[in-house]
Structures are given as C-alpha cells and as structure tokens.
C-alpha cells in the first residue's frame, strides 16, 4: 500500500469498528470501496463473468519406445518480442509446460498448466540424436509416425548420375577474397582456389520436390522458436554451449551413402542488406583426419586455408533474389568427391605431388571413401557497403580469426559490438537434429542469430545438437490493498515454472509495497512465510522499491515438490500474499471480484511503478470488461511503462 487511505482511516473512525472487521473480504462496506476505487482507477467496471483466468490445465498420454530416453510437453504460444520500436510485437514460442524421464516406460502421463489461448500443444520425444516433435491430438500423442506424404522424407525419389566422371568436372577457379586481402601474409595464403563445378543443375537431385505442409510448420513452430530471427536474438549461446560446432562442426563419411545437402531456408532481409545470401555462394573442403594429425591449431588453420574449396550451391541457384523467410525444399545438391588431396581425378587415396586441381579435372564418386572430414565455407558476394561484406566464412570458427579482425570489414563486428558473445574464432554454424533430420544452421552474417541460412544433410555422420527449449514460466501479481489500490500489479510478484514432473521453482522478482507484507501458502525454502518479503531480498528498509522503479535485485528463488497431477489453478496450492500493516490477506480474485491479484500464463512484464495496468497494458480493460478479443492482452504492453 504505497499511500495512506485517508478515507478509510476517516470512515474507520466514525464507525468505531475494528481493522480487521474493516478489511473483512464479506464485509459490504470493503466491498463498495473496493469497487469504487477499481473502477476509478481502472476506468470500467468489472464484468460479474470476467474469472480473471488465463490459465487451463489437463493431461497428455504419451506413447513413447525404447529409443526415447525423456519426453516433454510444449506449447506453442505468442510471446512478446523486444525487437521492433516503439511497440512489442509477438512471436511463436515453443514452451516445456511439463518433462519427465521416461526410465524404460513406453506409456506415460504428463499434466499441465497452459495459457488458455494457444496455437496447440505438442510433445517432443528426446533421444540420444534427435528431437522428435509431435501434435498432441485428443490428448494423445506418440512417436510412431503416420504415413508419410510425397516429398515428407527425404530420400524419396533420389536418382544418383549413374557416371559422375562423365557429367561433372571443375569449369574454372578463383582466387579467394583472402587471399586478394592478405597478399603480403606470405605462406599463409600461398594459394587458396575456389573452384566451380559445370554443371549444378544435374547436381541438384530433387528440384521440385517440397517437403509436406505438416513438417514446415512443425519446422516453423519448433527450430524458428528455437533459434528466433533478428537482430535482438543472439543465439550464440546456444550454439556454443552446443558441442556441435569448430572441430565438430565436420561432417564424417560412412562411405557407403551420398553425402547430400538441402537448403531449405534463409532470412537475410534481402532488399535491405544487399541480397546477401543471394549473393552468396556454399564451399566444401574434405581431408582425412591422417593428414591433420599432430599439427598445432595455427598448422591446421593454414593446411585447411590452403585446401582446395569447391563450390557446393550457388545459392541463386537455390532461392529466389527477394525470396525471405520462406520454408521449402530449395532442391536436393549432390556432394562431390575429387580425389584425395594431392592426387586429384583418380581413384587413389596416395597422393603423386599434384598440389592443386586442374581447370578440367573429372569428379572421382558421388560418394566419399569411408572417414573424410567435410567442412564448409560461405562466400559472401555482396558489393553492398562498399564491399565490406565480402568475405569468405567458415562454419568452423579457428579458420574465421583473419574475417573477424579485417578493419574495413563489417565481420568484426559480431565480435566487438556490446550485444554480441563470439569471440574472434567463434563458429558460423552448428548442426540440430529435429525429427531425426540434420540441419546445418548457418550466420552468414554478424548478428548471431544462426539463421541466415538453413540446409539439410544427409548421408554423413555428425555430432548434432538437441534442442532444449525453454520452460515455460507463469506470473502471479498481488495488490497490497483492495480498497485504495493503484492496480500497478507490482506489490509482489512471483513467478512459477514447472522443471519436472513434480518439481515447481518459485521466483520471488519483485515488491512495490511500502507496507509490510509476507508470502503466505508457499513457505518453502528461501521462501519463508514468517519473513517479511524485503527482508526476503536482503533490504531491511520496507520503504523500499524492489526491481519495480528501476532498481536491479537478484530474485529470491526456492524449489517445491509436488505431486505429478499438481496445477497452479488448485487454490489450495496457490501462493497469497498477508499485509500485516492493514491485516489484510489477498487472494488471486475470484468471479467478478475486481482483479487485486491475478495469475498470468506468460513471464509478464508488469508495470512500472505507480503505473496502472490499464495504462501499461492498453487492452486490459477491454478484457476486463469481458471481451473475448483481448485475452491476448499480456502480450501488447506499452514498452515505456512496463519492466
């Protein structure tokens, strides 16, 4: 309660009654202040319908089979997105409601908590090489696939040229942008060709095929969600926390199967940023691991600078110049293999002393011996900004030092700019594997999205990552007071995340009380009921704002163990908050009751101080009022008054 209720206190004396039969929630008089002071501050009056509820629960039965170690229910939701200026907007996010280790059993139960407007919920089914995404349909979901449609697989249909030697060969070469930049580095450039091949219409094996509509929208929901577009998402954190990437950013081959690679996605804003995967064009290089063994990091990067690199897709051969943000087959490219280094256009692994590959020289196989190492560059083309974006970048990042410190390029800037996490040497790609397929997942430019271009491949063994999407959190928000409340939503606030089965995380994150106020139903390690909640952040001065106006405290966290059928919507489970200056006790608000406390199904960005909620969050009173078009109403704040 951040003001003194004048008018309280002075209808408190003339009725000579006590503070707690003031404050009784029965009472008719509370009942009238506190509705006359929500519809003053709010601006409507509450609909006697509106339940203030969000939120619904239920269960999933879930089918799973031997090879899947954990399962976890998601939900698709929207979710505020902090990119655009001035005003939020949103985004599909994928959300864990629920996970459980299936410890051997094929049949499980999973209950949950979910926003009650969603985009649908889905089970993801965890094995040691893959996320394996299903639709949760009439409260059931299972591994076992149905029926594939034309194009879902994809090695349907692949027909490989039945002579390689005779259809394909090196057509002309060019000398890398590195080697033009670095012409007084001596040994370390002495030559590093790039080789285009004859023919990449023959090369591609499935031009009009397309993958089915289900798995683009899975793939949008699930791998977009994960690694979200633009320029605010830096998901280099991922990608280096994914063990996929530098020295295992290589695709191993089993020398029995085509090595074949799918773009199947890009996002570079084209128009604005000189069509710079467009532009562009995808390199390879192979080696046998016998031929780096022993060498020191600076020995490896200059064998592999000084590799033969031969062009793999031209990328205007895959996507269309204004194309953007599309998922599609964008044709299946053939990798081919040109001999072993050294001994380039025969089908010998010793080498006879030719360096470098001719003009003219005929592709060995359209498949690699068993054990070479396939590694990958983008050249980038574009002469936008001056040419400062051209350049050529490796997936593996100990090759990438040179780009990344060039000072009249705009590379560096991945590196040096205050949003940013890769180092110097940080990787351009990593590998995801979602429903038992391979993506390559590239940044081609500098904002460490990981997404600027997307391929699939096949035929090749690598080290994936899987996916770990994040936990979805919920937010309760108490009013310290019913009958002289600003309706800021910001008294205390708490947020709940289920990690398991039967584990809840609480989160004390803030209070915006002046009065002395405690967390009542929890009582549950850093968490204690009989501890004042300033106390519970360490601020002995309860006059004080918690991470409400601008200050910064870490929140106060305590784990609680439940039962596996446990949801947020029990009343008796529900955390409440007790104002021992007024003697007053609030409850999330029940049926046509005015909202002092609500329980909201996303990780809310509640107002700022002494900012009401209908200002913070403009479709609040519509929903309020009973709109059932503004139950999304969490997701549009007005970012200048919210935290």
């Known amino acids: 309660m951040k003001k003194l209720l004048f008018s309280v206190?002075?209808?408190?004396?003339?009725?000579?009654?006590?503070?707690?039969?003031?404050?009784?929630?029965?009472n008719q008089f509370v009942q009238e202040a506190a509705k006359t002071n929500a519809e003053k501050v709010l601006g409507f009056e509450v609909s006697p319908s509106q339940?203030?509820?969000s939120t619904v629960s239920g269960q999933v039965n879930i089918t799973a089979d031997a090879t899947v170690k954990r399962v976890q229910l998601l939900v698709d939701v929207l979710e505020i997105d902090d990119e655009t200026t001035p005003s939020y907007v949103t985004r599909n996010a994928m959300k864990v409601l629920n996970q459980a280790e299936t410890n051997?059993?094929?049949?499980?139960t999973l209950f949950y908590d979910a926003p009650k407007d969603n985009l649908g919920l889905y089970v993801g089914f965890i094995t040691n090489d893959s996320y394996i995404l299903r639709k949760v349909e009439n409260g059931q979901a299972s591994i076992e696939e149905k029926a594939l449609t034309r194009g879902e697989k994809l090695t349907t249909g692949y027909t490989l040229p039945d002579d390689v030697t005779k259809s394909f060969n090196i057509a002309g070469s060019t000398v890398s942008w590195a080697k033009q930049r670095y012409q007084d580095n001596g040994s370390f450039y002495d030559d590093a060709p790039l080789y285009k091949l004859n023919d990449y219409d023959g090369?591609?094996?499935a031009p009009g095929a397309d993958y089915s509509a289900d798995f683009k929208s899975f793939f949008r929901?699930?791998?977009?969600?994960?690694l979200p577009n633009g320029r605010a998402n830096d998901n280099s954190s991922i990608v280096l926390n994914s063990g996929s990437t530098n020295a295992k950013s290589y695709i191993t081959t089993n020398g029995e199967e085509p090595v074949i690679l799918t773009p199947m996605y890009k996002c570079d804003h084209p128009t604005e940023y000189g069509f710079e995967v467009y532009r562009s064009e995808l390199y390879y290089y192979y080696y046998l691991e016998s031929e780096v063994s022993g060498m020191s990091n600076d020995q490896f990067e200059t064998f592999v600078h000084n590799l033969p690199k031969y062009q793999a897709i031209p990328f205007n051969k895959a996507f269309g110049e204004t194309e953007d943000d599309v998922v599609a087959k964008h044709g299946s490219?053939?990798?081919?293999?040109?001999?072993a280094n050294g001994n380039y256009g025969a089908d010998d692994e010793s080498?006879?002393?030719t360096s470098m590959p001719e003009v003219g020289t005929k592709a060995v196989s359209s498949i690699f011996p068993k054990g070479y190492k396939i590694g990958f560059m983008i050249k980038a083309n574009t002469d936008a900004d001056g040419g400062r974006k051209q350049g050529e970048i490796y997936g593996d990042g100990r090759l990438n030092n040179e780009i990344n410190n060039w000072k009249d390029g705009n590379f560096r800037s991945s590196v040096t700019a205050s949003n940013q996490s890769l180092k110097t040497d940080g990787p351009r790609l990593f590998w995801i594997s979602f429903n038992n397929r391979v993506f390559m997942s590239w940044e081609s430019g500098t904002d460490a999205d990981f997404n600027d271009v997307i391929i699939e491949m096949e035929g090749g063994k690598v080290i994936p990552d899987i996916p770990e999407p994040d936990l979805h959190v919920f937010t309760y928000c108490f009013e310290d007071?019913?009958?002289d409340s600003d309706y800021d939503m910001n008294d205390v606030v708490i947020k709940a995340i289920r990690t398991n089965e039967t584990t809840i995380e609480y989160r004390l994150v803030a209070c915006g009380a002046h009065d002395d106020v405690y967390v009542r139903g929890l009582n549950i390690g850093a968490i204690q009921e009989n501890v004042e909640v300033h106390d519970l952040f360490g601020v002995s001065d309860h006059m004080t704002f918690i991470n409400t106006d601008g200050s910064s405290y870490p929140y106060v966290s305590a784990t609680r163990t439940v039962s596996k059928d446990f949801s947020l919507l029990d009343e008796a489970q529900q955390p409440y908050i007790y104002d021992a200056t007024t003697g007053v006790e609030v409850h999330l608000a029940k049926t046509g009751q005015n909202p002092w406390a609500i329980l909201i199904p996303t990780d809310f960005r509640y107002p700022s101080e002494r900012v009401s909620v209908t200002k913070a969050y403009p479709l609040f009173n519509s929903w309020g009022e009973g709109s059932i078009l503004s139950n999304l109403w969490y997701n549009t704040p007005d970012k200048s008054k919210v935290r």
């Not at 051997?104 to 499980?108: H, P, R």
């Not at 929901?221 to 994960?226: A, D, E, N, P, R």
């Open 9 to 26: 206190v002075c209808l408190f004396a003339m009725m000579s009654c006590s503070k707690t039969e003031l404050y009784d929630p029965d």
């Open 203 to 205: 090369l591609n094996l």
């Open 51 to 53: 339940d203030w509820c």
């Open 221 to 226: 929901q699930f791998v977009l969600s994960y």
């Open 351 to 353: 080498a006879n002393g």
């Open 333 to 339: 490219f053939l990798l081919l293999y040109f001999g």
């Open 104 to 108: 051997g059993q094929t049949s499980l």
């Open 481 to 483: 007071t019913k009958t």
